[in-house]
Nanobody, 129 residues
Framework: QVQLVESGGGSVQSGGSLRLSCEIS????????MAWFRQAPGKEREGIAL???????RYAESVKGRFTVSQDNAKNMVYLQMDSLKPEDTAMYYC???????????????????????WGQGTQVTVSS
């Protein structure tokens, strides 16, 4: 059974840091695209960070330079380090897994809501000014 369980959310002041963790079970995450999404009240869920099968990363412009996605092979964990947090980062954060599409000799990760195969339950991040 595939499970993604997030932890590490909380409340922090503007400029602070948090590290979100995603514990993965039921599949070998190294064969999946692993991503972090967030959803603020009244807004659509958006992808903010993605780690491809080959370990490459990409970020939304809104978090680039402040957030870092990483993985721990031994612990089967994926992390999102969030620094220089802003009030506009306040949202529910979700860990997600996507089965990559094989295009030619490469594995392509769409990083979109529609392409995601598995979701965690979410963890709340609140940043106060």
């Amino acid at each position: 059974q595939v499970q993604l369980v997030e932890s590490g959310g909380g409340s922090v002041q503007s400029g602070g840091s948090l590290r979100l963790s995603c514990e993965i079970s039921g599949f070998t995450y190294s064969t999946y695209c692993m991503a972090w999404f967030r959803q603020a009240p009244g807004k659509e869920r958006e992808g903010i960070a993605l780690m491809s099968v080959d370990g490459g990363t990409r970020y939304a412009e809104s978090v680039k330079g402040r957030f870092t996605v990483s993985q721990d092979n031994a612990k089967n964990m994926v992390y999102l380090q969030m620094d220089s947090l802003k009030p506009e980062d306040t949202a529910m954060y979700y860990c997600a897994a996507e089965i990559p599409r094989n295009i030619g000799e490469s594995d392509y990760c769409a990083g979109s809501v529609d392409a995601t195969n598995y979701w965690g339950q979410g963890t709340q991040v609140t940043v106060s000014s």
